[in-house]
């Protein structure tokens, strides 16, 4: 995260350096709970006057929060600045939180980057409540169910060709592609595909500078929600971000995105009259704008009506939601397939031998059931790489507790589903990629088994889960059929990664795609 600038560095020292001082003083023993009665907080270790725990995160927070549990226990007390913090770092932990406990951790803390951004009527930031209730039916039962899934079929398969064609011509001769940028685009196209419709999508997503200026707005807008303003966290430091340019990033983004939307949305109203006129009412290829202006126009069963800033807020938070997660679940794949070759050369196998080999034949996803190897490596990528490492936090809006510990209300709950993944209490030979390991195994990611939540589950688990999984499936079977990857001879990949609103790798993913076969264009 691009926190810190040389002015806020230099109040962090001078924290720091108060902070010496008080660690000579004893640490301070658990308090009792916010009504007075003593309750057992969870061990927390020592942290620093202002600061708290904020030091002590680092640049890879779910690495050094594992390290921090490893020494301290599954469940830990921090204090982040001012805002003070529960981590689960266990599978118990985390069921009692989604599914024992499920309604006392079904809210979310404050965002004000979300606010700011979504409008302050999306879904994944929202409180528990009636709005969030209602927003979230619409999705689950509009817009991300398996049938509306089903209907963008074609746009997975377009967009999985489109990625082969991208691959192939960036890497001819040999050139070295990032496969990191075709990956993003393919994601990003999906879903406003998806949200838009395909006549809308195609204008956004043109070549040259329209284009390219909407990528970026994007781009930021995904960063900044992976960014927490530092006045959120210090008091008295909200002009930092003023002065490091935060404020006016936001503001540019947010009114480049809301014109683009009341532009989308007024063109759909337009068509939406006209083929009204003449009499056209097929739900067939309905976009998501188009649902939501459904619910929008009709008294539906519930009753459920949106206005234009919810419907704007959604869809945000469908690309919030559904396009760095996405890519960067694809980047780790192919990152642990290539420093695995025996298990790229499995699922070539079992590509070929479903798919076939004749030069006409293309990955639709008719094969995805029949790919085995492919679904395994897919999981075993979210195991170890959960693209959001400690999930979306949640808070209690009552005092509750997690494995007998007392946990005062509004304490933000962040569960480490990184290190819950590679726990060897859940996992033999956790920190190995061994998708075989779900080859005979009914172990899932979607949320009855607790050591493996990438999607977290319970009331607020991800509902694009069904979305997400194909569109991941058709991307890697498509390039992997058609391509073999490798880093550029004399070079290894680096797997570092960097954090954001998804971890990805740091480097990105400098490759030499091969072909194995002429690739079919039709
Ligand atoms: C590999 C891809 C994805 C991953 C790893 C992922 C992960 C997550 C996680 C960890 C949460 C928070 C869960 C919790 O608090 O228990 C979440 C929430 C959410 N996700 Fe996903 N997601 C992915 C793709 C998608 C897609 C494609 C969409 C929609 C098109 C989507 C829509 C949402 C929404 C709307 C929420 C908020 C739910 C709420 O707060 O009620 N996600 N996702």
Avoid at 138 to 165: G, Q, T
Wanted: net charge neutral.
């Amino acid at each position: 995260m691009a926190l810190v600038t040389p002015l806020a560095l230099a109040l962090l020292l001078l924290a720091f350096t108060v902070s010496l001082l008080y660690l000579l003083r004893k640490p301070t023993p658990p308090r009792s709970g916010s009504d007075g009665t003593q309750r057992q907080l969870p061990p927390s270790p020592r942290g620093l006057p202002l600061l708290g725990h904020l030091h002590l995160l680092g640049s890879l927070p779910h690495r050094a929060l594992r390290s921090l549990a490893a020494a301290h226990g599954p469940v830990l007390l921090l204090r982040l600045g001012r805002v003070p913090a529960v981590l689960v770092s266990s599978a118990a932990a985390a069921e009692e939180v989604m599914r024992t406990r499920d309604l006392a951790f079904a809210s979310r803390p404050r965002s004000a980057m979300a606010e700011r951004l979504l409008y302050g009527r999306d879904v994944a930031f929202a409180p528990y409540g009636e709005y969030w209730r209602q927003a979230r039916r619409v999705c689950v039962v509009h817009l991300l169910s398996p049938l509306r899934i089903l209907s963008f079929r074609r746009v997975r398969e377009e967009e999985a060709a489109a990625l082969v064609e991208r691959v192939r011509d960036a890497g001819a001769g040999g050139a070295v592609v990032d496969l990191c940028e075709p990956l993003l685009v393919y994601a990003n196209t999906v879903v406003s595909r998806a949200a838009f419709g395909d006549k809308s999508a195609r204008g956004l997503y043109v070549d040259g500078d329209k284009g390219r200026v909407l990528r970026k707005v994007f781009t930021d807008f995904n960063e900044l929600l992976g960014t927490a303003p530092l006045g959120e966290l210090l008091p008295g430091l909200g002009w930092v971000d003023a002065v490091k340019g935060t404020e006016g990033k936001i503001r540019r983004t947010f009114e480049a995105l809301d014109g683009v939307l009341e532009k989308v949305i007024d063109d759909h109203r337009r068509r939406r009259q006209a083929g009204r006129q003449k009499g056209e009412d097929s739900d067939d290829h309905r976009d998501f704008v188009d649902v939501l202006l459904d619910v929008n126009e009709t008294d539906n069963e519930v009753g459920i009506r949106l206005d234009t800033i919810e419907i704007k807020a959604i869809i945000l938070d469908m690309f919030a939601a559904g396009t760095d997660t996405t890519s960067t679940a694809m980047e780790w794949a192919i990152t642990e397939l290539i420093t695995h070759p025996h298990c790229m050369r499995k699922l070539q196998d079992e590509l070929r031998a479903v798919v076939g080999i004749a030069d006409h034949h293309v990955v639709t996803e008719d094969h995805l059931d029949k790919l085995l190897y492919l679904k395994a490596v897919v999981k075993e990528t979210l195991r170890l790489h959960p693209p959001i490492p400690l999930l979306v936090p949640r808070e209690p809006p009552n005092d509750a507790e997690i494995l007998g510990y007392h946990v005062p209300a509004r304490t933000r709950v962040v569960i480490n589903a990184w290190a819950i993944g590679r726990d060897p209490a859940s996992w033999d030979r956790a920190e190995e990629f061994m998708p075989e390991r779900f080859l005979d195994s009914a172990v899932d990611y979607r949320g009855q088994n607790f050591g493996l939540i990438p999607f977290g589950t319970g009331r607020r688990g991800c509902p694009g889960v069904g979305f997400a999984v194909p569109t991941v499936e058709m991307a890697l079977a498509s390039l992997l059929y058609n391509f073999d990857l490798a880093p550029a001879a004399g070079t290894s990949l680096d797997m570092r990664e960097v954090n954001g609103l998804s971890v990805r790798l740091k480097s990105g993913l400098p490759l030499v795609a091969k072909r194995i076969k002429p690739v079919f264009v039709n």
